[in-house]
């Protein structure tokens, strides 16, 4: 009886481990599952060092970087921040305003913007009585 008692313990404990291992998904399914999917994000994203592991092998190549900033930069609050942080830092700042100047048409708009305002037209008149700088 206690021979019998344990074969049937033991087929029980292997069936409900086969119905277990049948229930479970493979990543390709979650990954197909959009419920899933966003499940499972979501649940990364919480964490705070997943969130940092996410982002940094997001950057860790160029053409995901700028796939990244093409994303954000399509966020008009993103794009604020970076024209902010770009005007901020010494290095980014020349080279951003010969960008600007370059192009016809953002030119006409810094003149328009300098003459408009009292103050500053003020200012540009002073600049425009200096001598030009020798190269």
């Known amino acids: 009886m206690n021979a019998a008692r344990r074969m049937g313990v033991a087929t029980a404990a292997a069936l409900v481990a086969v119905c277990l291992a049948g229930c479970t998904k493979s990543i390709d399914e979650i990954i197909m599952n959009p419920s899933d999917k966003d499940e499972v994000i979501a649940k990364l994203l919480a964490d705070d060092v997943?969130?940092?592991?996410?982002?940094?092998?997001l950057a860790a190549k160029d053409d995901t970087k700028k796939e990244m900033a093409e994303t954000l930069l399509g966020d008009?609050?993103?794009k604020a921040t970076a024209v902010d942080k770009l005007a901020a830092d010494a290095t980014t700042r020349t080279p951003l305003i010969q960008k600007l100047l370059a192009d016809a048409t953002a030119r006409t708009e810094i003149i328009t913007d300098l003459t408009a305002d009292e103050a500053s037209r003020k200012e540009l008149q002073e600049a425009l009585k200096k001598p030009l700088p020798k190269k």
């Open 76 to 78: 008009t609050s993103i």
């Open 50 to 57: 997943a969130k940092r592991d996410i982002m940094a092998k």
